[in-house]
């Protein structure tokens, strides 16, 4: 019988779909990677680990396990993917070498590309994710006046341009200007860029590709993106609708109270 194969990367979202997998009943076995991927994910499916660059020992136990089709999620930082070639095998150190540039997409792209060639499919994994995906409207009790909603409309379109380009998902503004782009540093330290060169009030928006491939690399907010909100001193947090998973949701909503933050799904 084939199996569904998770490949886990670090957070909460590889950990919600291993949940939500094995509670639908499927035969799930997950590959995680060590000093990446949280170790209690072992308590929803058998974990296989593997370190950091042997491509070829992936493929291998996946084969082994019988898996046909496959999902990939959670956060592997790509500066460690570009930085960490030393620690790559020969499978590995090939397929890097044969890209035509190192953007996040166009390694995800090849990946999938490489795996489809040795008989794997990688499946969307929304259906098992559906309920964390954002809803048009404010999220919690805080909602905002018509001049932030502007500024927050502004940013996100702004987002989705960056997006496009494949060189982030989000970016801090405020008074129409943009203060900060994310670029590889990541979600939360553009947001504390933010904060530093803008002060206080900014706003937070991030958004997925105008096409957005729903099997890999969709927008992912949570609590920690508050705590580097409430750090940056920003004052509001907008997403795309639709096309952005929100971990926690209760535990989210009442931080985003406590902090004073106003967070909303709009649809672009």
């Known amino acids: 019988m084939s199996k569904l194969g998770l490949i886990a990367g670090s957070g ?8 939500n997998a094995s509670q639908k009943g499927e035969n799930l076995v997950i590959f995680g990677i060590k000093g990446t991927t949280d170790k209690d994910i072992e308590k929803y ?7 950091f660059g042997e491509a070829q020992k992936l493929i291998d136990l996946m084969k082994e396990e019988q898996v046909k089709n496959l999902v990939m999620l959670g956060k592997i930082q790509h500066y460690s993917l570009i930085f960490s070639f030393a620690k790559l095998d020969e499978r590995a150190k090939k397929f ?25 499919r990688f499946i969307d994994p929304s259906p098992y994710l559906s309920n964390l995906l954002v809803e048009e409207g404010i999220i919690g009790s805080l909602k905002p006046d018509e001049e932030l909603l502007k500024e927050a409309k502004f940013g996100l379109k702004i987002a989705k341009e960056i997006a496009e380009l494949d060189i982030g998902q989000t970016v801090v503004v405020k008074d129409r ?17 933010g904060g530093k060169l803008g002060g206080k009030g900014t706003v937070v928006c991030k958004a997925a590709r105008k096409n957005q491939d729903m099997r890999y690399d969709v927008p ?38 406590k902090y004073d933050i106003i967070v909303a799904g709009l649809k672009l």
């Open 12 to 19: 909460e979202l590889p950990q919600t779909f291993a949940k």
């Open 45 to 51: 499916a058998p974990v296989k680990w593997v370190n």
């Open 96 to 120: 890097f070498s044969s890209l035509k540039d190192k953007r996040a997409k166009s390694i995800l792209e090849a990946v999938i590309k490489e795996l489809e060639k040795e008989g794997f």
């Open 177 to 193: 200007i943009v203060i900060a782009v994310e670029g590889i540093e990541g979600t939360d330290e553009c947001i504390k860029r």
């Open 220 to 257: 992912v907010i949570g609590v920690q993106t508050l705590k580097s909100m409430k750090k940056a001193g920003a004052r509001m947090l907008v997403v795309e609708a639709g096309k952005t998973y929100l971990l926690e949701k209760e535990k989210f909503i009442k931080t985003a109270d």
